[in-house]
């Protein structure tokens, strides 16, 4: 159980396009999604939290007009990275937490999107 | 300071020895702290979670965590080749519910 899944898992785009990533949980409902940047040999930094049919919360330095989330359901959330730059090139991963979960705080991490922006 | 602090590495060991693993949190009132595996280009998968001071043992894996001090460690036990990565320690935060990383310890065990 706990299976959480990202699509697309690579993708390449020229300077000024928008990406849409999503996250699925796959076998549990969740409440809440976390969206994470890494780049390379950085650790996670959290970008946005978003629970189920309200606005995203966004992390301090984070453009909210860039990187729109959205979490229409409580097995899907979408990051849309609007005009990309080359600047905005990582590792993306989003995280779940589960009601069945709610006690722990325990989140299971999609596999990752990498972006690269020419 | 930082949140979560831990050694960036890299920490070498040979196979079969004991890897520990240090981090430190600067929020007292933190309840629950997480030890996860991430292999370079993977996501980061959990290998244990401790919420009470004292040890928790999971197989190969014994996390600590002294919440006087302020400290959580990981042990592992008979390292293998296969336990090279980068582990990351997270703490949560009450105040804006989510986990903070650490930078992250990288491991590499010799065969």
């Known amino acids: 159980g706990a299976v959480v899944s990202q699509h697309p898992s690579r993708v390449i785009c020229k300077s000024g396009t928008s990406v849409k990533i999503e996250c699925r949980s796959l076998?549990?409902?969740?409440?809440?999604m976390f969206w994470y940047r890494q780049f390379p040999k950085q650790s996670l930094m959290l970008m946005a939290t978003s629970n189920e049919g309200s606005k995203a919360t966004y992390e301090q330095g984070v453009e909210k007009d860039k990187f729109l989330i959205n979490h229409a359901s409580l097995t899907l959330s979408t990051l849309t990275v609007t005009s990309a730059h080359p600047e905005d090139s990582s590792f993306y991963i989003c995280?779940?937490?589960?009601?069945?979960?709610?006690?722990?705080?325990?989140?299971?991490f999609g596999p990752g999107t990498r972006l690269t922006v020419l | 300071q930082k949140e979560v602090e831990q050694n960036s590495g890299p920490l070498s060991v040979p196979e079969g020895a004991i890897a520990s693993l240090n981090c430190t949190y600067s929020?007292?009132?933190?309840?629950?702290f997480f030890w996860y595996r991430q292999y370079s280009g993977k996501s980061p998968e959990l290998i244990m979670f401790i919420y009470s001071n004292g040890d928790k043992e999971d197989g190969r894996f014994t996390a600590q965590l002294n919440k006087a001090s302020q400290y959580v460690s990981l042990l592992i036990r008979d390292s293998q080749p296969s336990d090279s990565a980068t582990y990351l320690c997270?703490?949560?935060?009450?105040?804006?519910?989510?986990?903070?990383f650490g930078a992250g310890t990288i491991l590499r065990v010799k065969s």
């Open positions: 076998d549990f409902q969740a409440t809440t």
């Open positions: 997270a703490v949560h935060m009450e105040y804006g519910n989510k986990l903070v």
């Open positions: 995280s779940a937490r589960g009601t069945s979960w709610a006690n722990s705080n325990e989140q299971f």
């Open positions: 929020d007292r009132g933190s309840q629950s």
